[in-house]
């Protein structure tokens, strides 16, 4: 097989079709799109629009809720602590907080606070400052000799800037 040899398989290259070329084509005259009305003509947005009579997204009751203020947390697991420790990314006589852990590059960007999982193992003795952290977490931190602070946040207190 040489480079003049290679073609696509059948038919999976589809000829598109050409409107409006006369009426022996197929698609000619009206171009498919019938005869007079809205959709005949070109600049149409009508997409759920019903001819007047109330739309269905309209007829159907809202369902849901969005909590405006929900929190959105930084999750990072044990593991993820330990691998940049070993690193030397972290530092791990210093306190672990949301900004070290930006700064460290194990989280993107800071969001409303840290909450710290029990995935993997930790054999660092590191003192975290977090907003959350679980039982497991807590229990293994301090197994390897180290402590876990919980921050509590002012939007988790129900406190306004006044």
């Known amino acids: 097989m040489s480079l003049n040899e ?8 589809k000829k598109r079709m050409r409107v409006g070329r006369g009426i022996g084509s197929g698609k000619g005259k009206t171009a498919g799109r019938g005869v007079k009305g809205q959709t005949s003509r070109t600049g149409v947005a009508i ?21 405006i203020f929900a929190l959105d947390w930084n999750e990072v697991t044990l593991g993820r602590i330990q691998a940049a420790v070993d690193a030397g990314k972290l530092d791990a006589k210093a306190v672990v907080t949301q900004a070290t ?3 460290a590059g194990v989280l993107r960007r800071a969001k409303d606070g840290v909450r710290v999982l029990g995935g993997g193992e ?9 907003a959350h952290a679980t039982k497991s977490v807590v229990e293994a931190v301090e197994k390897a000799g180290g402590t876990v602070t919980l921050l509590v946040s002012k939007a988790e207190t129900g406190e306004t800037a006044a």
Do not use: C, S, W, Y
């Open 47 to 67: 997409k759920g629009f019903e001819g007047g009579q109330m739309p269905i997204h309209r007829r159907l009751p809202k369902r849901g809720f969005h909590n």
């Open 6 to 13: 290679i073609k696509d398989n059948e038919g999976a290259r």
């Open 101 to 103: 852990l930006v700064e």
């Open 122 to 130: 930790l054999t660092a003795k590191v003192k975290l400052e977090v």
